[in-house]
């Protein structure tokens, strides 16, 4: 069956340390991959996605992802966090052509 | 362009009503997709329309339903509430579909069933 996990459920960093937040998938194809980030009471963001070509990707605010094929994952990496990066993040796989699988989210607290 | 909108953003229903829920996506999407988020569950698809027709349908009772308008406008159902369809429930639109295309999230429609 088609999943995703996110093992950390809550994450604290301090403000200017770097930051990787970890995804696993299962999935019997080949994954269309997403990061979404999600501040309260808000819709769903996209960071970045992949979907073919060079496996470390490069998003918005300063985010990276890195597909790794034989570990069946798919981390978000920040090499220095920002207090307005505390939000909920979810990685996600477009499972067919039209739905995505979520992960349950790492909730992510920066203190100054 | 404008993103996805939702419409109401905030409703409170008694058990036993329905409600409607309302999505426009951005515009020349035409793929549009519902997913409801609660603190128990996380979040899950509940279907997916393209040009009018239910593509894509995911492990929800028949109380959900759903629609797509000829504009690509969307509209969901929740017959006969229960306490536990209080959710956040958002809409996503893409181009075609998701194996080419991102989907774009509108900001959600919060419901609370009481």
């Known amino acids: 069956a088609q999943s995703v996990t996110q093992p950390d459920i809550h994450i604290t960093v301090s403000e200017g340390a770097s930051l990787e937040l970890r995804c696993n998938y299962s999935?019997?194809?080949?994954?269309?991959l997403f990061w979404y980030v999600q501040s309260p009471g808000q819709g769903l963001q996209l960071l970045l996605k992949?979907?073919?070509?060079?496996?470390l990707v490069q998003g918005i605010k300063g985010f990276e992802a890195e597909f790794k094929r034989s570990q069946s994952s798919f981390n978000l990496r920040k090499p220095s966090v920002h207090w307005s990066d505390a939000a909920e993040y979810f990685c996600?796989?477009?499972?067919?052509?039209?739905?995505?699988?979520f992960g349950t989210g790492t909730r992510l607290q920066v203190f100054p | 362009k404008a993103g996805v909108t939702q419409t109401p953003r905030y409703l409170i229903k008694t058990r036993g009503q329905q409600v409607t829920l309302s999505c426009s996506p951005i515009s020349g999407h035409r793929s549009v997709s519902w997913y409801q988020q609660t603190p128990g569950q996380g979040l899950q698809f509940l279907f997916e329309y393209f040009s009018e027709t239910q593509r894509n349908k995911g492990n929800f009772p028949g109380r959900f339903s759903g629609r797509q308008f000829s504009n690509s406008r969307s509209e969901m159902n929740v017959s006969t509430l229960e306490l536990g369809d209080s959710a956040l429930y958002l809409c996503?639109?893409?181009?075609?579909?998701?194996?080419?295309?991102?989907?774009?999230f509108g900001p959600g429609t919060r419901l609370l069933v009481l």
């Open positions: 992949y979907f073919s070509g060079d496996t």
């Open positions: 996503a639109s893409s181009p075609t579909r998701l194996s080419e295309e991102t989907q774009y």
């Open positions: 996600a796989v477009g499972a067919g052509a039209d739905k995505l699988i």
């Open positions: 999935y019997g194809a080949t994954p269309y």
